[in-house]
Structures are given as C-alpha cells and as structure tokens.
Nanobody
C-alpha cells in the first residue's frame, strides 16, 4: 500500500503561482507513472500532467507552457508547479500513482483562482 498526501493548494489571484506537492509513504521509483488530476464542480476528473518512470512528461493542452510536473525520488515526492493561473484552473487537484497493476489516489488539495 502507498499513501499519497497532497499539499500546497490555496486561493490565488489570476496570474499567480502555486506549487503542489504529493508526498508518498514509500518509494515512488517503482511507479510506472505519477500524475496530477483535477476535478472542478460538475465536471469529470481530468488528467493535468504525467511523469513516467523515465521522467517523460506530458500535459493537458490547457496547461501546456504554464504547469510543470517533476519528481524527487529521494524525497518520494512529486510536484506540480503552476504558473500564470487562470480561473478555469480552479478545482480539486489529486495525486495519482500507478504501479502497472494498482492505482493509488490522494485525498486532493483545493486550488481556487480568483479573477
């Protein structure tokens, strides 16, 4: 079992920045991929950013050029640096890890961007 705990959310004005962290209870090195998802009220959960075991990354079109996902294997932590935030980035952000056969989810952290 792996517990994932997100932090770093909050209220920010449009154009501002936040850095989310996802701390894992054990090594993330073995994870096939670590992701950030978000869910806005009334919407489905959507993939925002992914980082694979070999550090390949990909992003939703809506966040490309503004968000950066990274990982620190020594700290068992994944980050999401979010710049130039927009009101449409508002939502609950969830950390997700996939071993290749098991999914792990955190409880999420709320991000609210005011206009």
């Amino acid at each position: 079992q792996v517990q994932l705990v997100e932090s770093g959310g909050g209220l920010v004005q449009a154009g501002g920045s936040l850095r989310l962290s996802c701390a894992a209870s054990r090594s993330i090195f073995s994870m096939n991929n670590m992701d950030w998802y978000r869910q806005a009220p009334g919407n489905q959960r959507e993939l925002v950013a992914r980082i694979t075991r070999d550090d390949s990354t990909n992003y939703a079109d809506s966040v490309k050029g503004r968000f950066t996902i990274s990982r620190d294997n020594a700290k068992n932590t994944v980050y999401l640096q979010m710049n130039s935030l927009k009101p449409e980035d508002t939502g609950r952000y969830y950390c997700h890890g996939f071993t290749g056969w098991t999914d792990y989810w955190g409880q999420g952290t709320q991000v609210t961007v005011s206009s």
